[in-house]
């Protein structure tokens, strides 16, 4: 015979990962130490439509078949952008998604662009943050 109120081939007690503490209580987000959550604050919205990889680097430059890898050569044209002065020191990037989706590639191609710059060291990535230019890419020699 079973007790009422207990279920028979289920165990009776709770899975470690399912204990019920302060850090799980939803309405004040407190942490098991007492202490609020911090909260970062939100970034500002950046409006890349007007930043010069989506309106000068042109869609059809990645489309047309060469030996060259795509990631290579968006990192170049990255690059002359960089040269030119169109992106000067400090200014933020748009996203891998918003450039895959302008240049109609994939987003693993920009990360790798982006990845070939950053170990030139023309741009600095903060996860979180977003991608910036470094203040050496003005004077980059290639």
Known sequence: ???????????????????????????????????????????????????????????????????????????CQIRQLLDRGALRPGEQLPSEHQIAEHLHVSRPTVRRALQQLQQSDLISREQGKGTFVNDKAGQHVP
């Not at 202490?35 to 939100?42: E, N, T």
Request: glycine content about 6%.
């Open 1 to 75: 015979m079973t007790s009422p109120g207990r279920r028979t081939g289920r165990c009776n007690f709770r899975p470690l990962n399912r204990l019920r503490t302060k850090s799980h209580r939803r309405k004040g987000h407190w942490h098991v130490d007492g202490g609020p959550r911090q909260v970062r604050a939100p970034t500002p919205y950046v409006d890349f439509r007007s930043s010069p990889i989506l309106t000068q680097l042109p869609r059809e430059l990645l489309a047309t078949p060469s030996p060259i890898p795509a990631y290579h050569r968006l990192a």
